[in-house]
């Protein structure tokens, strides 16, 4: 009998569970580490929610994409371009509505681009969305002059910026509403299964009925689509579309997933795991800059994370 | 033969609590050709994982030569002199065979660089001794299967093997290389090498074997002699207990009136299918056999909608059809249960419910919502209904045994309840019980008035099932004949190598 208990703790795949285990354990020890800069006041958390949305957002897309054996690097780029093209919409007096819909389609046109030369033409998912990177960064300087373009609509900035609902920061709702459908998707529709399959093993995917590159279309217009929407909440926060919005984003939002437990080798992915991947790289950026340390020292230590997120979220060995 | 070369004592090993060995006693003697036997799951794999350092034992010893050895991995077995042809090959296939032969031990040259002139010599000997007719020099990604295999033995004999062993070395060879095959143990028994042989195979085992060892549930049953044994003990000490079923061919009623159900016009498909024509009615079994490479596979896969059809016509239930896609193909009522399972059927870091419900996901879902009870009930069920050995429908597939693989793949298919069966080699890798399980399923489907196609290179499984034997050659069908009109299993054999 004692055997049998051992070998279950043994086999319990914490692994699984790393990113829960690991939030915890660093909002306890900031809480008592940083309590007298007022780390654990709702004033702060509320703030690392409303500064996360955006990695959050784009990261439970990019759940998809990873969970089918893909990547997107263009994210971040795509964030900016969106926030320019609603932001110039909004400029030119066509309205709020217009201009949200032509950041959504933004993205999700370049989501549609990004998909069609990864399915139809071949190219590596990697090649691809790392020239779109600089394709979506570069036409966002050019259509916007590097200029930033205010956006003066109080509506557009109360939906997608500051505004607030019963207490709740607006950016927060949007995080939970696209976390809920991304993981119903994921757990409950056979999308998700599809998806998986995709990225566990294509061949047997299609072998057993699954139109794998329409799968690949889909995640990479989602993901596409979600960037835009990240883009339109910058722009809502700072009151103007800006061409450095999302810069290296792609690389916080790539990190986040993996250190939620979706694997970089395809098949297996979870949103939960990734929303919280995201507030906890923000959640200890939070409290560096509470520390005083500053962006270079961020940097590295979000560097050191992707790296033990890696490291700890590898494959199983072999019994 | 000679001294008891291996003992491995009183093994123990399990995976999660879960006992997969139960204090295993193995003795093979220098020079014999020992086959490993038992049922799927009985731990046969397992056990050479063992002896191969790829799994570490739990429990027990293991002596090589009278000298008690630790085998922490790999490299300890190899100098230890035990080599195994795994089920699943590790060759690279971008490498030439003396390359792979020499992996990670080539030969340097003075300067430290590696001495390809060496290594493509040493290789040759190797391949001369062995009587085979390959260049060290081709890619291995150009060979046959075959020879994939060939080269697989020549790696071990490179390196000083006492034992090999080989885990179901023919599950993918055809006759003429199974033949191939056996001379050359015969030949590695002669100059003193020791095999242990795994296989579902029951004609095999008497052809080269010496001794036999059974597992079963994790223990040894029995260790004899082949001569003292009869085929039918040996089923007996494997599944454990009388067998009631056995390969024999039914006759089953026919109904001849009814259209076909598929129907397959001068089909033409990539360079190995030329002119394939044949029709499938409900409640039929056809049988498709041939050589390896005469195009079976590809046929089933053109049919299917995997590869593209560049010639003929495809009709289903009368309906002309040429399906661009496995989903369209799946629509129609059309599934395959692929040659390769490891590749093409499974999802192998998914669990075994996973897999089971895949190509099945439609027809499990209301508005695109997966419907978790239904499909549970279902996976329960066949799970059952096949007696695939797996702790729990969680299990991750790639974990079980090879023949229980092998029914999860076929499970895919009964859960869908797919009219029309292609099958490509249904049992590859499963025990001799699972196997007549197998047959009767498919009798049973057919009895329901499904049609099925079945591709096997196992001509006494072919002949048990099948109403009727197509023979394909050279990407043609040549001829198709009644099953009553066949008497044993040498007439389908003239007929695939035959001029005619
Ligand atoms: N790494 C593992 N983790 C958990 N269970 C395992 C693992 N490897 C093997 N098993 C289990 O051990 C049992 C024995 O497996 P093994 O592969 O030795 O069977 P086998 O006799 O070779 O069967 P087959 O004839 O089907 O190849 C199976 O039930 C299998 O699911
Ligand atoms: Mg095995």
């Known amino acids: ?319 | 033969m000679g001294n008891t070369i291996l003992r491995m004592k009183e093994i123990e090993k399990g995976f999660n609590g879960n006992t997969v060995l139960d204090k295993v006693n193995f003795n093979v003697k220098a020079g014999e050709v020992h086959a490993l036997m038992g049922g799927n799951g009985a731990g046969k794999s397992t056990l050479m994982k063992i002896l191969t350092g790829v799994y570490q034992l739990d429990n027990g010893t293991i002596e090589i030569e009278d000298s008690k050895v630790n085998l922490e991995n790999t490299r300890d077995a190899q100098q230890a002199g035990v080599s195994m042809i795994f089920q699943e090959f590790s060759l690279i296939p971008k490498l030439t065979v003396a390359q792979n032969i020499f992996l990670h031990r080539e030969p340097r040259t003075s300067l430290g660089m590696i001495d390809d002139k060496k290594m493509v010599k040493d290789s040759q000997r190797i391949i001369d001794d062995m009587g085979l007719s390959i260049s060290p020099k081709d890619l291995v990604e150009n060979l046959s299967v075959g020879y994939w295999q060939m080269t697989e033995i020549a790696k071990a004999l490179s390196i000083n093997t006492k034992i090999l062993i080989m885990d179901e070395p023919t599950s993918t060879l055809t006759k003429t290389e199974t033949e191939v095959l056996f001379s050359l143990i015969h030949q590695l028994k002669q100059s003193g090498i020791t095999i242990i042989y795994i296989s579902h195979r029951m004609d095999e085992i008497f052809q080269v074997c010496d001794r036999i060892t059974v597992l079963r549930n994790g223990t040894n049953v029995i260790t004899t002699p082949c001569s003292e044994i009869t085929m039918e003990e040996l089923i007996d000490h494997i599944i454990g207990g009388n067998m009631v079923k056995s390969f024999e061919w039914v006759e089953r009623p026919k109904k001849e009136d009814r259209k076909p159900l598929l129907e397959v016009k001068n089909l033409q498909s990539g360079s190995r299918v030329k002119n394939v024509s044949f029709s499938l009615h409900g409640g039929e079994i056809l049988g498709l056999a041939g050589l390896m490479g005469s195009g079976r596979s590809e046929t089933v896969r053109a049919i299917f909608g995997v590869d593209p059809v560049s010639g003929g016509e495809v009709n289903v239930r009368g309906e002309r059809d040429s399906f661009s896609s496995p989903k369209e193909a799946i629509q129609k009522g059309v599934g395959l249960v692929p040659e390769d399972r490891r590749s093409q059927g499974l999802v192998l870091g998914h669990s075994v419910r996973e897999n089971m419900i895949l190509s099945s996901l439609d027809k499990l879902s209301k508005n695109k919502v997966l419907q978790n009870q239904q499909a549970n009930k279902k996976v329960e069920e066949l799970v059952k209904k096949l007696n695939v050995k797996t702790d729990s429908t969680q299990k991750t597939v790639s974990l079980l045994s090879g023949g229980n693989q092998q029914k999860v793949v076929l499970a895919k298919w009964l859960l869908n309840e797919t009219e029309i069966l292609l099958l490509d080699e249904p049992t590859s890798g499963v025990d001799i019980g699972a196997k007549i399980e197998i047959i009767e399923i498919i009798r049973e489907l057919a009895d329901a008035g499904k049609a099925v196609l079945v591709v096997s290179s196992e001509m006494t499984e072919l002949l048990a099932m099948s109403d009727r034997v197509l023979i394909m050659k050279d990407g043609e069908v040549t001829s198709s004949i009644e099953r009553k009109d066949i008497k044993g299993e040498e007439d389908v054999e003239r007929a695939i190598q035959g001029e005619g």
Not at chain 1, 157 to 176: C, E, M, R
Not at chain 1, 194 to 212: P, Q, V
Not at chain 1, 229 to 238: F, S
């Open chain 1, 1 to 319: 009998m004692p055997s049998k208990v051992k070998g279950k703790l043994i086999n319990f795949d914490w692994r699984q569970y790393i990113v829960y285990i690991a939030f915890v354990l660093v909002l306890i020890y900031f809480s008592i580490t940083l309590a007298e800069q007022g780390f654990m006041t709702t004033h702060n958390l509320l703030n690392i929610a409303r500064q996360t949305a955006m990695i959050s957002i784009m990261g439970v897309a990019m759940t998809f994409v990873i969970s089918s054996k893909e990547i997107d690097l263009s994210v971040g780029s795509v964030a900016a371009l969106s926030a320019i093209t609603t932001a110039l919409t909004m400029q030119a007096g066509l309205g709020m509505i217009s201009g949200v819909l032509v950041g959504l389609g933004t993205g999700l046109a370049i989501g549609f681009v990004n998909g069609y030369l990864v399915t139809r033409v071949a190219i590596p998912s990697f090649l691809v969305t790392l020239a779109m990177m600089m394709i979506a960064r570069g036409l966002a300087m050019w259509v916007s002059g590097t200029a930033p373009i205010p956006i003066l609509s109080d509506s557009y900035i109360f939906l997608f910026g500051s505004g607030s609902v019963l207490g709740v920061p607006i950016l927060l709702i949007w995080t939970l509403i696209i976390a809920a459908i991304g993981h119903i998707i994921l757990r409950k529709f056979t999308f998700g299964r599809e998806t998986l399959a995709t990225g566990g093993n294509e061949m047997a995917a299609t072998y057993s009925g699954i139109k794998t590159n329409r799968i690949k279309m889909t995640v990479f217009m989602a993901s596409g689509m979600m960037a835009g929407l990240a883009g339109m909440l910058y722009a809502g926060r700072l009151q103007a579309g800006r061409f450095t919005f999302g810069e290296g984003d792609e690389l916080s939002v790539i990190a986040a997933v993996i250190l939620g437990g979706t694997s970089l080798f395809g098949g297996v992915g979870t949103v939960i795991g990734t929303v919280i991947g995201s507030i906890m790289i923000g959640t200890i950026n939070n409290a560096l800059i509470l520390q005083g340390l500053d962006v270079s020292q961020q940097m590295v230590v979000q560097g050191i994370i992707i790296i033990l997120a890696v490291a700890f979220g590898r494959k199983k060995k072999k019994a």
